[in-house]
C-alpha cells in the first residue's frame, strides 16, 4: 500500500535537491576543485552540516550528482530493452552521450572530477560503485549478444565488457579534456564497442560488424584521434590483403 511521505521526509527531500542543483552550478562555473560547502550552503540556503547530514562531504555530493546522471542513462538504456541486440549493446554510448550533450558544461567537468577522485583515492568504495554501476551497464549489452548467440563464447564475455569499459572511460576522459568533440567520443566508444564484438562475433554478426566499422571508421572531423583498437584493426586487415 502506498504511504505518502512525511513533511519532514518530503522537506529534506527538497532540500537534498536543492543543494544538489546548486552544487551543479558551482562544479558548472569551476570546476570541483574552485567547489566548497560554505558557497554551496549559502546557496543552497542550508547549513554545511545539513548538507553533511543529507548527502555527505564534497566528494559525496559529486558522487550523488554522478548517480543521478547514470541513473538517468540506465533510464534511458531500459527504453531499448525490447531493441535488436547490437542496438543494446551499443545503447550505452547513445544514451549516455545524448545526455552529455543536453549540457556538455555540467558533464565535463562532472566526469573530470569523479576522475580525480578515483586517482587520489582510487580505493574509495562510493566512486568504485559509480564505475561498476557503468560496467554493469556494458556488460548487460554484450550479455544481450551473447544470449542471441551473436557471439561464439571464443572469448568470455566479460573480458569484452572489460575492453569495452575501458576505451569508453578514455573517450570520455578525452572528451571531458575538450580533446575531441561529443560527436568524435561518440564515434569513437560505437566503433570500439563494434571491434571488440567482432573478435568474437559469428559468421553472420562478424559481417554486420564490419560494414559499420567501416562506416565508422573514417575520421569524423580533422584531427579526430583514432583509438589504439581501430588502428589495430586496420593494420590486421591490411597484414590479411598482403
Not at 566528494?59 to 533510464?75: C, K, M, N, Q, S
Not at 556538455?104 to 562510493?126: I, K, N, S
Request: contains cysteine; hydrophobic residues 45%; glycine residues 6%.
Amino acid at each position: 500500500m502506498f504511504e505518502p511521505l512525511s513533511v519532514r521526509a518530503h522537506n529534506m527531500q527538497k532540500r537534498r535537491a536543492r543543494i544538489l542543483a546548486e552544487a551543479r552550478g558551482l562544479l558548472t562555473g569551476g570546476g570541483f576543485e574552485a567547489m566548497n560547502l560554505r558557497d554551496l550552503a549559502r546557496l543552497a540556503e542550508v547549513t554545511v552540516p545539513t548538507i553533511y547530514n543529507l548527502i555527505g562531504n564534497k566528494e559525496e555530493v559529486v558522487v550523488a550528482l554522478i548517480g543521478d546522471a547514470l541513473f538517468e542513462v540506465e533510464t534511458r538504456i531500459q527504453t531499448a530493452s525490447d531493441a535488436e541486440p547490437l542496438a543494446r549493446a551499443t545503447a550505452i554510448v547513445t544514451a549516455s552521450t545524448a545526455l552529455y550533450a543536453e549540457d556538455e558544461q555540467f558533464y565535463r567537468p562532472a566526469f573530470l572530477a569523479v576522475e580525480h577522485l578515483a586517482q587520489v583515492g582510487p580505493t574509495d568504495a562510493r566512486v568504485a560503485q559509480l564505475y561498476a554501476w557503468g560496467h554493469r551497464l556494458i556488460d548487460d549489452g554484450v550479455r544481450a549478444c551473447r544470449e542471441a548467440r551473436l557471439l561464439a563464447g571464443r572469448v568470455r564475455a566479460e573480458s569484452i565488457a572489460d575492453l569495452v569499459f575501458r576505451s569508453y572511460r578514455s573517450s570520455c576522459r578525452a572528451w571531458a579534456s575538450g580533446q575531441i568533440s561529443i560527436d568524435e567520443f561518440r564515434r569513437v566508444a560505437l566503433l570500439d564497442i563494434h571491434l571488440a564484438l567482432a573478435a568474437d562475433a559469428v559468421e553472420t554478426f562478424h559481417i554486420q560488424l564490419l560494414k559499420k566499422i567501416a562506416a565508422l571508421s573514417a575520421p569524423a572531423e580533422r584531427g579526430a584521434i583514432v583509438p589504439t583498437s581501430a588502428r589495430g584493426a586496420r593494420r590486421h586487415q591490411q597484414e590479411k590483403r598482403q
